[in-house]
């Protein structure tokens, strides 16, 4: 049990290094990731070993991830060899470049072990409620840092390592937008379903607010369209089964928090803050032509189907058809769904596509439960999620390791918020417990 304690706390403290680590984006950083997963598997193993039987978790959501891995190490496997450039005997694999798909196959399968641990260590209610709370304090006061670094040191991540367009502890702006579109999701979804306590509604609004202003101050165009879509799905979510006079406090609430956000960041940001957005889609950055580069994506899909250029080689497989000067170099499509057919052809599409469906499959369970808290934690961590999806179409923003790290745990909330526990709170009415606490309290007295 100590072991599967330490576990569950190496986990936040992993979520929350890799967001101020940069967002994990460099190798020394990302060689330190995988020690810390690689204890959480001994530590793991330790507890199989002294209790007799390993801890498992049985969730479907896992498989897309280490099929994932598998086949971009199939990708690497030579069959056969080709003569080029006077070089003989070039070992032939589907990957154009099998030193980078080695490296994308090792990460995905680190990623999907830890997503599995973390399936297992959400093994009770309790442990819910204490990620909810991590996820707001984290998210309040990461937000409320990058407002005060965006003024103090906006060029430079913690007045020490400078990038053109950083924003936070990310050194890309779209990163920071995707962290905060997850962080933000899991306090309102449960605020709009009713799932959160009287005296906790004012920080979880306040925190809300912090974060909603940040987002808007990174100016990122697509984070904002990913964070009205996650809170149009929360909203929906969360009042399809609730009366007239219930939805009007609810879209009430939501008014009442835009008016904060957008108040909130006039005043801090002034006018010039929403007019950030709109620099961004006008700069004139290679990267942010992403009409070009999906053009080019098609050609690469085209030209490596059925079985896609190999994981992690899209940098490589874009040079062919890059029309450009070349003097800027364009890694990523720009859009997940893109670059996963032009990375893994029809067999990535496939397993991206049963990854979605077991998602919406799990999001129904979730938010189907009778259990208020845990609906309210399906339904933030189902916005959270689709605000992700959003986003990836129009950047890759799952390609940076804290991003991903953060995505997972809304996945295992999700699969977690669909079970069970035995220290389930029986009754789902909060206010009505609040007010037996309040009884319980006056008779102590």
Do not use: C
């Amino acid at each position: 049990m100590k072991a599967n304690s330490f576990n569950f706390v190496l986990i936040l403290a992993m979520v929350a290094f890799t967001a101020l680590a940069y967002g994990t984006v460099h190798q020394p950083v990302i060689a330190l990731f995988y020690v810390l997963v690689a204890v959480l598997v001994v530590s793991w193993a330790y507890q199989a070993m002294a209790a007799g039987s390993a801890a498992l978790d049985r969730s479907a959501l896992q498989l897309p991830l280490y099929l994932l891995a598998i086949y971009a190490f199939i990708q690497i496997v030579p069959f056969g060899s080709f003569s080029a450039a006077g070089l003989d005997n070039i070992p032939r694999t589907l990957s154009i470049s099998p030193f980078d798909t080695e490296l994308a196959g090792v990460h995905i399968a680190v990623a999907g072990i830890l997503f599995s641990m973390m399936l297992v260590s959400l093994d009770r209610a309790e442990r819910l409620r204490k990620v909810v709370t991590f996820l707001v304090l984290f998210g309040f006061a990461f937000a409320f840092f990058a407002i005060l670094q965006s003024f103090l040191s906006p060029t430079r991540i913690f007045g020490i390592y400078e990038r053109p367009s950083p924003f936070g502890t990310f050194v890309n702006r779209h990163n920071f937008a995707a962290y905060m579109e997850m962080t933000i999701a899991v306090p309102l979804g449960m605020l709009m379903a009713g799932s959160v306590e009287r005296d906790r509604k004012l920080l979880f609004i306040t925190a809300i607010g912090i974060m909603a202003v940040a987002l808007l101050l990174s100016g990122s165009r697509g984070g904002l369209i990913a964070l009205v879509a996650s809170v149009a799905l929360a909203a929906f979510l969360s009042t399809r089964r609730h009366g007239r006079k219930s939805k009007l406090i609810r879209f009430g609430l939501l008014a009442a928090i835009a008016a904060i956000v957008v108040g909130g960041t006039l005043l801090i940001g002034g006018e010039s803050s929403f007019t950030r957005i709109s620099d961004t889609a006008s700069s004139g950055d290679i990267s942010t032509n992403r009409t070009q580069i999906w053009d080019v994506t098609l050609k690469v899909i085209r030209e490596n189907m059925p079985f896609g250029a190999g994981i992690g080689a899209f940098g490589q497989a874009y040079t062919k058809f890059d029309e450009g000067s070349g003097l800027e170099r364009v890694e990523q499509a720009h859009n997940d769904y893109l670059q996963a057919a032009a990375d893994a052809g029809i067999v990535g599409l496939l397993i991206g596509g049963s990854f979605l469906w077991l998602l919406w499959r799990q999001g129904r369970i979730g938010i189907a439960s009778t259990n208020g808290f845990r609906r309210g934690v399906a339904i933030g961590a189902a916005a959270g999620i689709f605000a992700i999806l959003v986003h990836s179409l129009f950047d890759f923003v799952l390609h940076t390791t804290a991003v991903t790290v953060l995505f997972l745990l809304l996945v295992a909330l999700l699969a977690a918020a669909g079970k069970k526990f035995r220290d389930d709170v029986p009754d789902i009415d909060l206010g009505r417990r609040e007010r037996s606490r309040s009884n319980v309290r006056m008779m102590r007295r």
